[in-house]
């Protein structure tokens, strides 16, 4: 065989292994449909999924029939080789078995081609799946089916008719939205003098919080990203309507600074010894809530544009969920100590997010508009992130390589934070009650009309 038939060779063999390492490696696995379909059903069944795993499993058994196919054929086209290699040895005239040996390269490259497709197909429809919900979730429907897990600061009682924060914005002269809308459209705020000092005192007090306290190493990342590591977390493909896409690069505004911290070690292999491995960034978020048609939109309730300190973990699978405790205890000590009323709730099978196994989700009270506001979602994702980004560490042990486990939180996000700070500490006047963590950040402790 000539230089350019081998070469060909062993881009086949590296494009067949590559194909493997697609289906081993991402997303739930196929291995793990083709062995309990039956409960990958159930679990997607329960999170109110309703995908076609058979279709599924009928490519993939579409597919593997094929590389069986290939590889008989390239068995033969050995076999062929050798023996030209005998023949030409003897003198002999190979030209029939040289025929013989293209007409197999011929059917092998058709075959190859068609698996490629199939192996792009196939990748695509498991790129739609979502996590696998945790055994410990609570089954459900929806929101009505979440559950209350503690509520350590009850709701305090007003001798007076709260204010909203949108009121007490403009009362203020530190808050407006109509100016935002009018540059940039609705859902953009724009925060003026102690208004803009007080939502900058908000990161840096919890950035100084989870990294002088919990040790977390602070990162400042960009807030532009390619596709590929949107794939990583999961907001694509799926999700591609929320997102906010550069026009002449290919390039996305991040929804969450978890996008950018979880892809750090993006197709890297970590040492277990290195792990736990935490992150905290403050970063602008955006997002086009192409989806929220109709949900309240009222002041800082619902925004395109928002800041945001978020919490990344990686942690082996065996800690995963211890961890993933302390990770929700340390974004409720941000509102311990701004002694906001809140409350914890365990997200039910049909409420989670898209890669999450579990998730708990950290609600305040904000009584001018009296409701419950998510400032957090703390998710364990288990190894889904950690497939689609090829993420992994070695054991100490055995020196095995496994995928992380990946923990996101906000720590926290900063609109509904206001929201809920601005109308718990307003007095009767209108005027903001300044909590003690934040007064050395914003130099008062009252801010008045």
Excluded at 274 to 297: M, N, V
Excluded at 312 to 339: D, G, R, W
Aim: charged share 25%.
């Amino acid at each position: 065989m000539g230089h350019g038939i081998w070469k060909r060779e062993i881009d086949n063999v590296l494009c067949y292994v590559n194909s493997i390492l697609i289906f081993n490696k991402l997303m739930i696995s196929i291995q793990q449909i083709r062995s309990n379909s039956d409960s990958v059903k159930s679990a997607l069944s329960s999170r109110g999924v309703d995908l076609d795993l058979d279709k599924i499993l009928q490519e993939d058994t579409k597919r593997r029939n094929l590389i069986s196919e290939m590889d008989s054929l390239r068995a033969e086209r050995n076999s062929v080789s050798q023996e030209i290699g005998q023949i030409k040895k003897e003198g002999g005239n190979a030209d029939e078995a040289v025929a013989a040996m293209r007409k197999k390269g011929t059917e092998i490259q058709a075959l190859e081609t068609t698996v490629n497709l199939l192996d792009e197909k196939l990748h695509n429809l498991l790129l739609e799946l979502p996590n696998i919900p945790h055994n410990s979730v609570p089954l459900g429907n929806g929101e009505k089916d979440n559950t209350i897990v503690r509520q350590p600061i009850a709701p305090s009682e007003f001798d007076f008719a709260p204010k909203t924060h949108s009121e007490l914005g403009k009362l203020l002269n530190i808050l407006s939205m109509h100016k935002g809308a009018s540059m940039s459209g609705s859902g953009f705020p724009v925060y003026f003098g102690r208004g803009a000092q007080l939502e900058r005192a908000l990161v840096n007090f919890m950035l100084d919080h989870h990294i002088n306290i919990h040790k977390y190493t602070e990162v400042f990342p960009p807030f532009l990203v390619r596709k590929e590591s949107l794939i990583t977390t999961g907001q694509l493909p799926k999700f591609e309507d929320d997102m906010y896409r550069l026009r002449d690069d290919d390039l996305y505004l991040i929804p969450t600074a978890e996008v950018p911290l979880t892809n750090l070690h993006f197709d890297e292999i970590l040492d277990e010894g290195d792990l736990p491995i935490k992150y905290a960034a403050y970063s602008g978020c955006f997002r086009r809530e192409a989806g929220s048609y109709g949900k309240d939109t009222r002041g800082l309730l619902r925004l395109h544009q928002f800041n945001k300190v978020e919490l990344v973990n990686f942690v082996t699978p065996e800690s995963s969920y211890e961890e993933h405790e302390k990770l929700t205890f340390q974004a409720e000590e941000i509102l311990k100590l701004l002694e906001l009323p809140y409350r914890v709730i365990s997200l039910c099978t049909g409420d989670l997010g898209f890669s999450a196994s579990k998730c708990y989700d950290l609600e305040v009270w904000a009584p001018g508009e009296k409701q419950w506001l998510e400032v957090s979602s703390c998710s364990n994702f288990e190894s889904f992130q950690a497939r689609r980004g090829k993420i992994r560490y070695r054991r100490s042990e055995d020196r095995k390589v496994d995928f992380v486990h990946t923990l996101n939180g906000s720590g926290l996000a900063t609109p509904r934070l206001m929201v809920a700070l601005l109308e718990n500490y307003q007095k009767e006047n209108g005027s903001i009650t300044i909590p003690q963590p934040l007064q050395p950040y914003v130099g008062c402790e009252i801010l008045e009309c």
